[in-house]
């Protein structure tokens, strides 16, 4: 059953191609359905057995193996199924089925990212995720130039190529690649020199996806290039696949590499969170804004992971998901804002909010979110991440990534009020506010964002898997200091 | 955690109180368009109900532990829950109390704005969160409130969104108080890393043991945030700004509540602060400056409710140094009296803004007591209070204050509030003269009383029908109610440490700082009468400036040259604004600039492109491959995968 959160909408989305192409419509419903179905059998699979099947036995074993477990999978399994769901429901592009079908491939892949259990797999699914993007950049990017599609294409390509790298290097030395969230005592240990490579394999991928600064500057361009719902989980959801790895993968396998990369890891961190800031302070177009403050946001997952304090890698999950959340919930209401003024920038827009009340509430919602507003979701990853870094010892690093959080006020806010507040802009075409449809499609992401701020327990729940990470982190530690 | 309170049965009572302006909140939001004026009846009872249940649990809230109600667990040591004991009780009392009046007020005062229902939304929606501010039984809990306060604050600066004066308070207000966040935040590190539990029993419980420079660090981080939230130079600039708001709001928000959050917070980590003399010192020396400054700012505004609002600024100063001091109880008795009488003179100067259609300049009024007695009878009770005129409850808590003070061995910060209380009566008196004595103003030319023309493009006066009428017996009966305790609430310290006030608080506070030998020490009775000489002589001072026939006569020419001579440091509050915007918001705008226009596009993606040039083989291919045809793209990336897979399942099937 949990491979059918994979093979489903994959299949779904290229059959969807049969459906006239008229009937828009009927091709959306279907994929809503298909996404919000992936969301309840999510929901029913939590805990549920892994499932495996055998796959290659040479040069190294590997499996078809997935899982869905109680830990960072689940959470963020529910996170895309749900954001995907939701960014569905108010697709309005041009060759709308067309999209679609995208959208679903995205789905499938993507979520084969997160549930796969064996490292080939992984890097198979990493890398089928990329392509529905470039697609969709290529042929609804608003501009006629392929050039943010190539940029997408090959930075991200190039990072793929040191994943599968890594992962054949692993399996060749390992003998297995089907080691994603098994016991790390049970496994052979490898020798430092391959661990060190392969390990910085991953990283590198990693580092690309999240992205990390220097190796950012695909992402601004990509996520003002694509449609609003692709980008919305793309934000909220791709972005997150090299933290996950660097959870899963980094710290269960080579902790004692990740300890020896951390301080370069913490520098970037510490780079990313400010720079990301500073860059969203002065953004015209609001997409460039979010895509600024997510480089921001994500910097400090980074420096969560690279603590190796429990309390700040359960608050890195719950700040995947909530800026999962809030970062779909942003790129959506923008969409809907372009849609109804024809612009993102900020220089032009203004004083909607009289006209759009309930498109007001929506933005106000996931921006109090992302701002880290005491109470939503995106404070209680804040908060434990931090409290987990000044625990871990990480004190002036602590006060360092505390700035961001006013800089992230002063833009939040003035991407809230410059399209809300002032007085209305007569040059302006005037919509109707948000429709019944598009109000629903906000309800979910609004609702999971006040439920995880008030109790991110269950996401920062050490299951086993989660657990055995910790204990590995803890193990690493003690070698290190031996020696 | 302590296994006693994960026992303790939540309490409904406590949970009722508060929950039901949170209900208010969502029901009035929901219903808005229907319910019109009628929010405001609900909105008040949703507040009033949680009041009187408060009231009825004054008793319980008492003893040792007070009521509790345990809430949800995030993890270890990450256990939320609320705690209502004397110090919250207060806070309660006097947020649904004093708030309750002001929601019945405001139903008069927003009779004929079209969004009055989101008005009653947000105002139930700050009650709410200030509630959750001080029932909390734990830090982050207190910061959730802390933050939503500011948020709830945030809407109602802005509540006329069209204004861009209004928005632009509004987010300087948030962004300011974001500020003061960050220094909780990091108070909450610390506690947590030194106990593993962000209970405030359990800090407290471990706070001996804490080293000194853990607890000053503490205290600072804390501090920041009081400074932030309770607008102490120099975080204060918000506050002047924030009376873009609706009156109502000033009142309750800017005055009676929210603003003095950072006594509360003070008060509430007493035990920390009794082990840190420095952390003490630095409280009651900042709360010092601001009380004079807050005072000094007040003699040079000409709006009304910004002279109220530096008013409100200085007042908290004197509390702030009474808990800084260790004179906790005076310090919070403070905050208690200024919620009455600063209320009431809010809601008085909101009888005056309202009746002369949204005018706020008092050189525009004038001779207003002929037409408005009930008004000028409010404002002058609330200016008595306010400058601690004899048997007027500001007389008793500012006086404690400022006798403490030296009890505690600060003699210069005695002077100080002294003389800031002389001040306080000169800048209340000019007030009161030119609002209500002489002849009315209010169609001599601007030109002629040297009144700056508005700056172009800024929004006019709005159009939500404000027409000039008397006001109804709904905003009268509040302010008349507020009259009682403004005059009496002071009476509940006559007897010293025998007194009810006292005795309340009993050992809540411990021992507060060093009642050491002072050799400056003189009588109580001294000190008062000191104070009350300085009081009289700002009375004095501005009857000869304002109040005297000849002044009255020629007051257009008078307010014209004085508007003229205004020294440039003051009419710019000492430029604290143009220090925050040079050191600060431009050099961060400048760097954004940089990175998004030059570091960005010229340097991080020149590098990766040389990156790409250098690797020539790969460059050809590409070129070879561009050839502009999106299909031929997309089926090379198919071929591609497919080929992939192929070839791993070929392995597959070639074990």
Not at chain 2, 207 to 235: D, N, R, Y
Not at chain 2, 569 to 583: E, G, K, P
Request: neutral net charge; proline residues 5%.
């Amino acid at each position: 059953m949990i491979a059918a959160l994979v093979v489903v909408p994959i299949l779904a989305g290229l059959a969807l191609y049969l459906v006239p192409r008229s009937a828009e419509h009927l091709a959306k419903w279907i994929a809503v359905a298909i996404a919000f179905g992936a969301f309840a059998l999510a929901i029913s699979q939590y805990g549920a057995p892994d499932e495996s099947l055998r796959w290659l036995s040479r040069p190294f074993a590997a499996n078809f193996h997935v899982g869905l477990g109680k830990g960072p999978s689940f959470w963020i399994v529910l996170l895309l199924t749900l954001s995907t769901g939701c960014a569905l429901m108010v697709t309005r592009v041009p060759r709308a089925r067309d999209f679609i079908a995208q959208m679903l491939v995205l789905l499938g892949a993507m979520t084969g990212v997160f549930i796969a259990r064996d490292l080939l797999l992984f890097a198979l699914f990493w890398d089928l995720m990329l392509i529905p993007v470039f697609i969709t950049l290529v042929a609804w990017s608003p501009t006629k130039s392929n050039a943010t599609a190539w940029k997408y294409l090959v930075y991200n390509l190039v990072g793929g190529l040191a994943l599968l790298l890594a992962t054949a290097a692993y399996g060749i030395v390992q003998g297995t690649t089907d080691v994603i969230g098994v016991d790390p005592k049970s496994l052979a240990t490898i020798s430092d020199t391959w661990a060190l490579w392969i390990c910085l394999g991953f990283g590198f991928a990693f580092f690309i996806k999240t992205p990390v600064w220097p190796l950012h500057t695909w992402m601004p361009d990509t996520y003002a290039d694509l449609p609003a719902p692709m980008v919305a989980i793309v934000s909220a959801v791709q972005s997150k696949a090299g933290l996950y790895g660097f959870i899963v993968i980094g710290l269960a396998l080579f902790p004692g590499v990740m300890h020896a990369i951390a301080p370069v890891a913490f520098v970037l961190g510490l780079i990313a969170l400010v720079y990301g800031a500073l860059a969203a302070l002065v953004q015209d177009d609001i997409k460039r804004v979010v895509a600024y403050s997510s480089l921001s946001h994500l910097g400090l997952i980074i420096l969560a992971i690279f603590s190796f304090s429990p309390i700040a890698i359960g608050g890195a999950v719950v700040y995947i998901v909530a800026h999962g959340l809030f970062s779909a919930g942003l790129f959506m209401t923008v969409g809907e804002i372009e849609l109804r003024e024809d612009t993102r920038l900020l220089s032009r827009l203004g004083g909607l909010g009289g006209r759009n009340p309930k498109l007001a509430g929506g933005l106000t919602i996931v921006a109090l979110a992302a701002l880290g507003l005491p109470g939503l979701c995106g404070f209680a990853g804040e908060i434990l991440i931090l409290t987990g870094l000044y625990r871990a010892g990480f004190v002036w690093q602590t006060v360092v990534a505390l700035v961001p959080v006013v800089i992230a006020a002063a833009y939040m806010l003035r991407v809230f009020q410059g399209v809300m507040h002032g007085p209305e802009h007569d040059d302006l075409p005037e919509r109707e506010d948000l429709s019944l449809l598009e109000g629903l499609a906000l309800a979910p992401l609004v609702i999971a964002i006040v439920l995880l701020g008030i109790n991110p327990g269950p996401v920062t729940h050490l299951d086993t898997f989660t657990r055995s990470v910790a204990a590995a982190s803890a193990q690493s530690t003690l070698a290190i200091l031996k020696k | 955690m302590n296994l006693a309170f994960a026992m303790t049965a939540a309490s409904p009572a406590l949970l009722s109180i508060w929950l039901l302006p949170l209900v208010g909140a969502i029901v009035i939001w929901t219903l808005g368009p229907q319910l019109r004026r009628n929010a405001g009846y609900l909105g008040s009872a949703f507040v009033l109900v949680s009041f009187a249940l408060a009231l009825a649990n004054f008793g319980a809230a008492g003893n040792a532990t007070g009521l509790r109600a345990p809430l949800v667990t995030w993890g270890p040591g990450f256990a939320f829950g609320l705690q209502l004991d004397a110090l919250s009780l207060l806070w309660t009392l006097v947020i649904t109390g004093v708030g309750g009046l002001i929601h019945i007020y405001s139903i008069g005062y927003m009779w004929t704005d079209r969004a009055i229902a989101r008005f009653f939304a947000y105002l139930n929606f700050f009650v709410f969160s200030m509630l959750t501010l001080v029932l909390a039984d734990n830090v982050v809990g207190l910061l959730v409130g802390w933050g939503l306060v500011g948020l709830a604050s945030y809407f109602l600066i802005g509540f006329w969104f069209y204004k861009p004066t209004a928005v632009a308070a509004a987010r300087k207000a948030f962004v300011i108080n974001v500020f003061g966040d960050i220094g909780i935040m990091f108070a909450i590190f610390a506690c947590y890393a030194a106990t593993g539990s962000i209970a405030f029993s359990d800090i407290f419980a471990k706070a001996g043991t804490f080293s000194e420079p853990l607890v000053l660090a503490i205290c600072i981080g804390l501090f920041i945030g009081a400074m932030a939230k309770s607008a102490q130079v120099p975080l204060h600039t918000w506050l002047p700004d924030a009376m873009e708001g609706p009156t109502p709001v000033s009142a309750l928000i800017h005055a009676a509540t929210m603003v003095t959050a950072g006594v509360y917070l003070i008060a509430r980590f007493a035990p920390l602060w009794n082990l840190s003399p420095t952390a003490q010192e630095m409280v009651a020396v900042v709360g010092a400056i601001t009380m004079v400054t807050g005072a000094i700012l007040g003699m040079a505004q000409w709006d009304i409710k910004r002279i109220l609002a530096c008013s409100t600024m200085s007042q908290i100063g004197y509390m702030i140094m009474g808990v800084g001091v260790g004179a906790y109880q005076a310090g919070v008795l403070h905050f208690f009296t200024h919620a009455f009488f600063k209320a009431q003179l809010f809601l008085g100067a909101g009888l005056i803004i309202h009746a002369l259609g949204d005018e706020q300049d008092v050189r525009k009024m004038g001779g207003l007591y002929r037409k408005m007695p009930f008004t000028f009878a409010a404002m002058l009770t609330g200016t008595l209070a306010i400058i601690g005129f004899p048997f007027f409850s500001g007389f008793y808590s500012k006086d404690a204050i400022i006798y403490e003070a030296l009890e505690h061995g600060h003699p210069i910060l005695f002077f100080a509030g002294a003389l800031t209380a002389g001040i306080t009566a000169y800048y209340m008196f000019r007030m009161l003269f030119v609002t209500f004595f002489g002849s009315y103003r209010g169609d001599v030319p601007d030109a002629m009383l040297a009144i700056a023309p508005p700056v172009p493009g800024a929004y006019a006066a709005h159009d939500d029908g404000h027409v000039e009428h008397a006001p109804t017996w709904l905003m009268q009966a509040p302010v008349a109610v507020l009259m009682v305790p403004t005059v009496i609430a002071g009476y509940l310290t006559i007897g010293g440490e025998s007194s009810p006030w006292y005795r309340y608080f009993g050992t809540l506070f411990g021992h507060g700082g060093n009642v050491a030998g002072v050799p400056l020490a003189i009588p109580e009775w001294a000190s008062t009468i000191f104070v009350l000489v300085l009081v009289t002589l700002g009375i004095v001072v501005a009857y000869l400036r304002y109040g005297n026939p000849p002044a009255l006569i020629g007051a257009v020419d008078r307010l014209r040259g004085e508007a003229l001579k205004m020294p440039p440091v003051l009419a710019h509050a000492f430029y604290v604004d143009a220090l925050i915007a040079t050191a600060i918001v431009r050099p961060a705008n400048a760097l954004g600039g940089a990175i998004s226009r030059y570091v960005d596009p010229h340097v991080i993606d020149a590098g990766v492109r040389d990156v790409a040039w250098v690797a020539g083989m790969l460059g050809a291919l590409f070129r070879a491959l561009q050839t502009g045809l999106v299909r031929a793209y997309a089926l090379t990336i198919v071929v591609g995968a497919a080929c992939f897979i192929a070839y791993f399942a070929y392995l597959g099937t070639a074990r």
